[in-house]
């Protein structure tokens, strides 16, 4: 910020007025700290966020709930004894993100100043888990006294049948008409008539039946002796049919654990001489298997947990891409869902425009009624030639034709968006503007209103040209040039590819800064470059669209200390106008935005540069809570001794966030895929010194597959074939 502009806010500002922050439209706020740490659990559309002690809405600072398609459907659910809140032994989610498990313990319980109950005399387990839109609890309970434990156990409960974006932080003037109702000794109804004319109900069962029932609280009176134990399980269901029964406990578990473990047959796995490593693979992985969605259309990895659990097109597609290498059926998944609900008119209150693919979808009422506009919202910048470039990237890992037929329409509309709306001064560069006023400001993957301005801190205005789409743009004609190929439309292919080649020459003379030493940050509706230094420069390697010479500069410069922290690189440099490390894209660490650079560094040969991302990033998750790296963190300096600085509203977890760990892997492998001569290759693969063996099994390649282990000698590497199952070669490839 300049001189003259501090002196003009200190004017305008007297020290005796508060100043007034205008609110962004979708800001997530963050009022105070959570008192308890939270836990999540996801299936399908449904998730939940509990806090340690396994409860929701007990303690303040977290967005708690039982959701289901974007409605709160439990606000409430406190287990009490005595009217005193138990105390936490332990918390612990399962390996694979199944179930969540809750150790609790009596405290000291008086009655008229006399100790009726002595702390730690009751040992209480609580096993919660989500399956087919039904929260599932069991609560155990164990007499480890000498003496007959006589207490009250109370489950209080309520709802407000929240939107999503009412918890978040929206305001609305109107809502709907709630109700609660006993259906029966073992059964509660809480239910909602929405101003949009749906019906939301929330079903409570109890078993066995309470001693006591009212519409917020089951009270169950215990007399347990020496050493004895007692369970009761309580189902609420999210819209479960007035007449049905939930399922059992324990088959409904057993059910739920085959089908985990049912959908991750066939992907790769991944085993290395790092066990801290491994933790944070297996934890990404199950991370992902949790936020996987059936759809009608397919697989779909959902964003993130709590704020982003649908579909976005933006976050689905990276992720696949990031994924490719271990799953390709998640890109499956994912092309064939957002080509179904790809953009057919124009209608300005979604952003939408014939051949645009989707930024995201929400199922709540706010979204029904156009409170918001994200029912079916494309503005998103950046999803359209991403589709492309995922539907290029997924057929070559595949040679899956009969996908790429189905596809090529809604790729053909995407590639003509891209050339029409896309452009529309035709000025040859992907710009957007948004056609709402309640759609988002800016519309690439940095979407916070502030996210891209000029060297002076002014905000861009008009019709942005970001840098980096213009070169997912740039890969995915190249892409969709070879796609055509493979159907036999040579005259497409050639077109597609002198257009390619065409936007590079235009960006280079565009967007390169001589003075910064890296490409602008975007161009404003001028076509006046913002002379920012940003992580986007980087994933302009990913796209492949830059120069060899200025590739290796703007990784130079994306390792100095203005960029990298030591945990990874931040999304704006230290220096730049409006620089903040704890800023939500102005300076904070992403690790799929870094996932991707490391990608860019790879493709250009830079592996050295390739393992100080992965070390930064890998060091980062070691420390992080259960070895999760979250959808961002701060983008502080490095200090000894301790760990990365989190920020307050992170997701975690994140879909693309979890896919990091792969992506990484794959960039220091440099692992390639050729399904037309039945070989994987290994391109100038390089080790990180954290790392000195990986094993991967079951590799895929179209019906055949590989066992390999990879072994570091230093700046060198091996590889031995362990198994071979079908027609399939390996090779390393030493050159650029």
Not at 69 to 80: G, I, Q, S
Not at 634 to 643: A, H, L, Q, T, V
Not at 650 to 662: H, Y
Not at 678 to 698: G, Q, W, Y
């Amino acid at each position: 910020m300049t001189a003259e502009i501090i002196t003009q806010t200190i004017e305008m500002t007297r020290l005796s007025e508060p100043i007034v922050v205008e609110e962004q439209p979708f800001y997530i706020p963050m009022t105070g700290p959570a008192s308890r740490p939270r836990r999540s659990l996801k299936h399908d559309d449904t998730f939940i966020v509990l806090d340690s002690h396994g409860d929701i809405g007990a303690s303040s600072g977290g967005p708690d709930g039982l959701f289901n398609c974007d409605t709160r459907y439990l606000a409430r659910l406190e287990l009490v004894l005595d009217d005193v809140q138990p105390l936490l032994l332990g918390s612990n989610l399962r390996d694979d993100n199944s179930a969540l498990t809750i150790d609790l313990t009596n405290p000291d319980v008086y009655q008229q100043d006399r100790i009726v109950l002595p702390k730690d005399m009751l040992h209480i387990v609580r096993t919660i888990f989500l399956w087919q839109g039904t929260a599932y609890q069991r609560i155990g309970l164990q007499n480890h006294g000498d003496r007959v434990a006589t207490f009250d156990l109370t489950l209080l409960f309520d709802n407000d049948f929240a939107d999503l974006f009412e918890v978040r932080g929206e305001k609305r003037a109107r809502r709907g008409i709630g109700s609660s109702k006993l259906a029966g000794p073992a059964d509660v109804l809480l239910e909602y008539r929405g101003l949009d004319g749906s019906n939301r109900r929330t079903s409570l069962h109890f078993d066995p039946r309470p001693t006591r029932l009212s519409v917020n609280a089951a009270t169950y009176r215990f007399e347990l002796a020496p050493h004895q134990s007692r369970s009761l399980f309580v189902a609420v269901g999210c819209n479960r049919p007035a007449a049905s029964m939930p399922a059992r406990f324990f088959p409904a578990l057993l059910a739920h654990r085959r089908e985990m473990r049912t959908s991750t047959t066939n992907a790769a796995s991944i085993e290395t001489s790092n066990d801290i490593l491994n933790e944070v693979l297996c934890q990404a992985m199950a991370d992902l298997n949790m936020l996987m969605t059936e759809t009608p259309q397919g697989r779909y990895p959902y964003a993130g947990i709590p704020w982003y659990s649908t579909t976005f097109g933006r976050d689905g597609i990276i992720t696949a891409l990031q994924m490719l290498w271990v799953d390709p059926r998640v890109a499956r998944g994912v092309l064939r869902r957002l080509a179904y609900y790809q953009a057919k008119e124009v209608d300005p209150r979604a952003d939408a425009e014939p051949g645009k693919i989707l930024h995201e979808m929400r199922g709540g009422e706010m979204a029904a009624l156009r409170e918001v506009p994200f029912a079916q919202y494309y503005g998103s910048i950046d999803s359209t030639p991403l589709f492309v470039l995922l539907a290029g990237l997924y057929v070559e890992r595949t040679g899956d034709e009969e996908t790429l037929t189905e596809l090529w329409p809604a790729i053909e509309a995407a590639l003509n968006w891209i050339d029409v709306s896309g452009d529309r001064d035709r000025d040859g560069f992907v710009e957007y503007q948004r056609a709402t006023e309640k759609g988002l400001v800016n519309q690439g993957w940095k979407d916070s209103f502030d996210a891209v301005f000029h060297a002076d801190g002014r905000l861009a205005e008009g019709s942005v040209a970001l840098a980096e789409v213009q070169g997912y743009v740039f890969a995915a004609k190249r892409l969709a040039a070879r796609c055509a190929l493979r159907l036999g439309r040579r005259e497409i292919a050639q077109r597609l590819e002198l257009e390619a080649h065409q936007l590079a020459e235009r960006f280079e003379e565009s967007f390169w800064c001589d003075d910064l030493g890296t490409y602008a940050l975007a161009l404003d509706g001028d076509k006046r470059p913002c002379k920012v230094r940003s992580s986007n420069a980087g994933q302009l390697l990913f796209s492949g669209m830059v120069r060899d010479d200025r590739a290796r500069k703007v990784a130079a410069d994306l390792l100095r200390p203005h960029f990298f922290t030591g945990w990874g690189i931040r999304t704006i440099a230290h220096g730049e106008a409006r620089y903040n490390p704890m800023s939500y894209h102005n300076g904070s660490i992403w690790p799929h935005d870094n996932a991707l650079i490391a990608l860019g560094l790879a493709r250009y040969g830079l592996k050295h540069a390739v393992e100080h991302v992965f070390k930064g990033l890998f060091d980062a998750a070691s420390y992080m809570d259960l070895r999760r790296l979250p959808e961002l963190f701060c983008g502080f300096r490095r200090e000894k001794n301790r760990g990365a600085t989190l920020y307050p509203v992170a997701c975690a977890p994140q879909a693309w966030a979890s896919a990091t760990p792969f992506t990484l892997l794959e960039a220091a492998l440099g692992l390639e895929f050729d399904i037309g001569r039945s070989e994987i290759r290994l391109r100038n693969p390089h080790l990180p010194a954290f790392l000195n063996e990986v094993v991967l099994r079951d590799l895929q390649l179209g019906p055949s597959s590989v066992d390999l282990r990879i072994r570091r000698h230093g700046e060198d590497v091996s590889m031995e074939v362990m198994r071979r199952r079908g027609k399939i070669q390996v090779s390393i490839v030493l050159a650029h």
